[in-house]
């Protein structure tokens, strides 16, 4: 699976007769919204797309702060952001693709072969030397049609039961239940080993290349072909940690309710 593309290949694939369909994903926890952000500068060409409204659906506290949307939401989404069938898709933000690589996932779990981040995200297009734009850009709406389940998804009613390994990759200090800013209850779910999202990435913002990957999921207890389920907050995160395992080498599963949806229900909670 190729997870990523660098600044200089995205450049020359932009200035190519197939250019990717390229996604802004700009979002932070608690807001506010990324457009303001993506108007004052993003990647020339590139469709600004909305987590809260377009990566996930409405839902009740019990479902989760992210659900996953509808596929023929997400179809309708994906289709006016410009992708039709056999179309690369790249996607970024500015926190190293803690946000983008919500969008990643949905669309390689919907079907869409070639899905890369960029690595380092906007600040590595900015470093590198190459354009800014500040429109808002609408394209030619696409063809795309989706089809679900090709990217291993752990429901809600079976994550008790789990023998595989669960990753939280949420911040330490949540996951020992010191803070908790936005759930109901602190602390992780019982059996998970903590493994912060940020620990993906280099100083520069870039993924730490794959050996180091491995070295670091294997301390975690990630073995081949065991399985291994990824949670965080509400779903976001966790697929960049699902990215960091693709590009090391693993396969690994989404448990999109994460501590958000676990936390809303009567269940065990773990800390320290």
Same mark, same amino acid.
């Given at each position: 699976m190729n997870v990523l593309i660098d600044a200089d290949e995205? /450049? %020359?694939a932009l /200035?190519? =007769?197939?250019?990717?369909?390229?996604? &802004?994903?700009?979002?932070q926890l608690g807001g506010p919204p990324g457009h303001e952000s993506y108007l004052e500068g993003h990647i020339p060409g590139a469709v600004y797309v909305d987590l809260d409204t377009e990566l996930a659906r409405?839902?009740?506290p019990t479902d989760g702060r992210h659900p996953l949307p509808e596929l023929a939401d997400l179809q309708a989404a994906a289709?006016?952001?410009?992708?039709?069938?056999? &179309? %690369?898709v790249v996607a970024y933000d500015a926190v190293g693709n803690t946000s983008a690589a919500r969008a990643w996932w949905l669309l390689r779990w919907a079907g869409v072969a070639d899905v890369r981040l960029l690595d380092g995200a906007l600040g590595s297009w900015t470093s590198a030397g190459h354009p800014l734009a500040t429109d808002d850009v609408v394209p030619a709406p696409g063809t795309v049609?989706? %089809?679900p389940g090709n990217l291993p998804v752990l429901p809600? &009613?079976?994550v008790e039961a789990y023998e595989g390994l669960l990753l939280d990759a949420r911040a330490a200090e949540r996951y020992r239940g010191e803070v908790e800013p936005v759930d109901p209850k602190a602390g992780h779910i019982p059996g998970a080993v903590s493994a912060p999202t940020a620990d993906n990435l280099g100083? =520069?913002?870039r993924f730490l290349p794959a050996e180091e990957l491995r070295v670091r999921f294997a301390s975690l207890g990630v073995e081949a072909d065991a399985p291994v389920t990824a949670y965080c907050g509400s779903g976001v995160t966790a697929a960049h940690q699902i990215a960091a395992l693709a590009i090391a080498g693993y396969d690994?599963?989404?448990y999109p309710g994460s501590w958000s949806q676990w936390s809303n229900h009567d269940l065990p909670v773990a800390t320290g």
């Open positions: 995205l /450049a %020359t /200035a190519s =007769d197939q250019p990717p369909v390229l996604l &802004d994903v700009r979002w409405h839902g009740e289709r006016r952001w410009g992708i039709s069938e056999g &179309d %690369t049609t989706l %089809t809600f &009613d079976q100083a =520069d913002g690994a599963a989404l």
